[in-house]
């Protein structure tokens, strides 16, 4: 899938299976058509099948309109960093044993920079990704977080970032020296060739929200080589690049700082007035153990299944038609439209939630929203199992993140906090571990829009649903006719 792109009218070149296309059979193919309309920056595609991501991923990149030029001094060049997560065998069967056992799969043995981990692991210093540089020079660094399950810290030894962009929309320029990225987010920055000429580690490794739960820990580096550094003497070592310091693993405050830093360049137009308000609960669950199933198959704690859900509801794909198929065509028993607009029941979302409230329902449920209409999303995070700061995806849309926080959302209180001038627009926002996170936009792209969070292990689990925009007035207002070369299930 093309992640971010807006696909206005062209929900069918989205890509997320089963929910606007059949897979694509092997051996067969399939040409994704759309137009890109008002986006600038970086994006990113990726496989939207099972844990095929872990692997097929790229960058891609919008430059500004001929003619047309950044808001800020042209970078004398500008480099792609994809940061990854590596598995020393097949992710799809480390999926499959995660889904046999019902626990958590094991977490991944490294990450990488552009395909390369770099020198701290046992494996890899021939191919370590070196960033070129000049004394003097303003370089852009377009940061993709592409891991599979960890949000990661990055930063560069001893140089500043002046953060210009995130998710392929200009922000106001700030300067920090790390910065953080849940799986799917992107993050510009602009670095200056204004240090000694020599070698600087550029490293990334995890920001690790969920206690108690494994993590891979290791660090992936590339190198930031300034084209002017002395050259080793023959047979010599080359110099040792510069280690930078990497905030510690549970650094929420880091995470917070950086976060509320992202201000859009100038007073936007956010929606002041709400015609959707929803509320939606996202976390994990417990599943009890099916009465056919044997012990080996209920490896959770005590004896449980891991599962995960959106206000109770956790998420099923269809499987031998797409939702956007079944919407198009009018074809009954796929999906229900009663997906709950505010939890099932309230509780305290953060606090110590009684154990009665740990397992969800399974359903394909979606919610119509109508053409036009003005929508706010209050994402709250759960402490079920383990609160975790979670990356919350919206296919179709960018939006808007007016505000967030910690603790359980009070709209009496928290509204008041509410950025209405100028906050950040995103694809792909990071809700707090143990807070909440409100995003507003209008939905004027009709289709059926998956949103859920980019950790993989949860969208197999369940934390997901499907935002179904009805048709507007007239054909600029209505989805596409689907595509002669539509995958079949």
Known sequence: MRHGIRQIRTGWADGPEFVTQCPIRPGES????????????????HAHSSWLRATVYGALI????????????KPKRETPILLGEWWDANPINVLKQATQTGGAPNVSDAYTINGQPGDLYKCSTQGTT???????ETNLIRVINAALNQPLFFTIANHKFTVVGADASYLKPFTTTVIMLGPGQTTDVLIKGDQPPSRYYIAARAYQSAQNAGFDNTTTTAI????SAPCPAKGVAAITPLMPSLPAYNDTNKVTAFSKSLRS??????????????????????????????????????????TASM??????????????????????????????????????????????LWQPISGTKVTKLKFGSRVQIVLQDTSIVSPENHPIHLHGYDFYVVAEGFGNFDPKKDTSKFNLVDPPQRNT????????AVIRFVADNPGAWIMHCHLDVHIGWGLATVLLV???????????TPPEDLPLC
Do not use: M
Not at 62 to 73: D, L, S, V
Not at 326 to 354: E, I, K, M
């Open 30 to 45: 399939y040409t994704y058509r759309f137009t890109i309309q008002g986006q600038e920056g970086t994006l990113w595609w």
């Open 62 to 73: 919008i430059h500004p309109k001929q003619g047309e030029t950044y808001p800020f001094p």
């Open 224 to 227: 930031l080589e300034y084209k």
């Open 470 to 480: 009805d048709n507007g007035e007239g054909l600029l207002e209505s989805l596409e």
């Open 265 to 306: 360049p100038r007073r936007v137009e956010v929606p002041t007035e709400v015609d959707e308000n929803l509320f939606f609960t996202i976390g994990l669950g417990l599943k009890n153990c099916p009465p056919n199933f044997n012990s080996n198959q209920c490896q959770g704690p005590n004896g449980t299944r891991f």
């Open 311 to 356: 206000n109770n509801v956790s998420f099923v794909l269809p499987n031998n038609i797409s939702i956007l198929q079944a919407h198009q065509l009018g074809v009954q028993g796929v999906f229900t439209t009663d997906f709950p607009t505010n939890p099932p029941l309230q509780f305290d979302y953060t606090g110590n939630v009684s154990r009665s």
């Open 429 to 436: 926002v990071a809700v707090p571990v143990n807070g909440w």
């Open 130 to 136: 070196i960033v070129p540089i000049d004394s003097g």
